[in-house]
């Protein structure tokens, strides 16, 4: 492919409470029932239930975490949407 | 005519009746303002979940799922999401006729059973001929996700044991302010999306295609419960913001009348007293 990747991810992580993130990250790992799942940009389309742990994201050189108990992610190569059913700010 | 102590004391028991609704009022408004900030923080989530549910049904060629597939209602499930306490003007009334209507009609066709939130709507629905399955109440404003999710879980396995054949929501949804709207969405089997062309590769599936749609579509139906009773919690609050509203209007304005109305009576006393000593003065001033 002869295709420019794209350089950044728009990450939006959903809840039925509140849009929790929505920004501009590099990378993404998300929790696989079994495993960690790190995202980058320009990944294939791709479904992925989650399972209980952790959501972290980068932008730059910061560094976030969310936990987070099961859910959908829809992926795209400039996208990743994660819609979660509980996620607790582990920070606050 | 009513004399001067009894319109005094109706003018003092109506101004009572005004604090306690300004009262209601002030304490409507601030549940109003936290549950319109909820249902607004969580417009993404109803936003954007449709638009997953029609690419994942899209990709998956799935138009067959038993959850997406309609069939012959002859047992069906009815859901009213109702308010524990009145004092808010036709929110509860107009949501039970409404509901008791549909019913009827349902009746014609298919078994109806019934789940109720709500005290207004378990009041209500027991003097109904309507069998009832399982009701809520007795603060039902403090429920949670996870609660309500137990609900829609309870919904789902009633469906899939073939126990009913569809399950339809009433509520009242929160339009704005002024106009509670009242809904009736079908909550199980999902509306299949209307078969939208999607562009793009065929996209990946963790772990695969069945086992994502079989976590995928019950969680989407959770979430859909959940969000038609925050619509519902928020319009009850501002159908009492206003009702209080009116009363505390409705309170202003007979306090000016009878105001007036006493005011009349007390003129009409001293103008007859200054016309008696008139007559008097007169009658003495002649001799």
């Not at chain 2, 109702?82 to 009609?105: I, P």
């Not at chain 2, 789940?115 to 003097?127: A, H």
């Not at chain 2, 001293?270 to 007559?279: D, V, W």
Request: a positive charge; glycine letters at 4%; one cysteine or more.
């Amino acid at each position: 492919m002869s295709e420019k990747l794209p350089d950044s991810i728009r990450l939006k992580v959903i809840t039925p409470r509140k849009l929790l993130v929505d920004e501009e990250v590099k990378e993404v790992t998300l929790p696989d029932p079994d495993r960690c799942l790190g995202i980058l940009p320009g990944h294939r389309p791709l479904f992925v239930a989650l399972g209980k742990g952790t959501l972290s994201y980068r932008i730059q050189r910061k560094k976030e975490k969310y936990s987070v108990r099961g859910g959908h992610a829809d992926i795209g190569p400039q996208k990743v949407e994660v819609f979660t059913e509980l996620a607790e700010d582990e920070t606050g | 005519m009513a004399s001067l102590i009894d319109l005094r004391r109706r003018i003092k028991s109506v101004q009572n009746i005004q604090e306690i609704t300004k009262a209601m009022k002030t304490v409507a408004t601030a549940r109003f303002k936290k549950s319109q900030r909820q249902v607004m923080e969580s417009r993404p989530f109803w936003h954007n979940s449709p638009g997953l549910a029609e690419k994942v049904v899209f990709w998956a060629q799935m138009q067959h799922h038993p959850l997406l597939e309609k069939r012959k209602e002859n047992k069906i499930e009815g859901v009213v999401i109702s308010s524990d306490k009145g004092l808010c003007g036709s929110f509860n009334s107009n949501l039970l006729e409404k509901s008791l209507s549909f019913f009827q009609e349902k009746k014609q066709s298919s078994d109806v059973n019934l789940l109720i939130l709500g005290r207004k709507g378990v009041n209500f629905y027991q003097k109904q001929s309507f069998p009832l399955d399982r009701v809520y109440y007795d603060r039902i404003e403090k429920m949670t996700f996870q609660d309500l999710k137990q609900i829609s879980r309870y919904l789902l396995d009633l469906y899939i044991q073939h126990k009913r054949d569809a399950v339809y929501v009433i509520y009242n949804e929160f339009k704005s302010i002024l106009s509670p709207k009242i809904t009736v969405a079908p909550l199980i089997p999902l509306n299949p999306p209307e078969k939208t062309n999607q562009k793009g590769v065929y996209p990946d599936w963790d772990p695969s295609v069945s086992l994502f749609v079989d976590s995928f579509l019950p969680q989407y139906i959770d979430t859909q419960l959940y969000h038609f009773f925050s619509e519902s919690l928020a319009a009850e609050q501002a159908a009492r913001m206003m009702a209080m509203e009116n009363a505390s209007k409705n309170a202003e304005d007979l306090i000016s009348d009878l105001t007036l109305e006493l005011n009349k009576i007390r003129q009409a006393s001293i103008t007859k007293e200054l016309l008696e000593i008139m007559t008097a003065v007169e009658a003495l001033g002649s001799k």
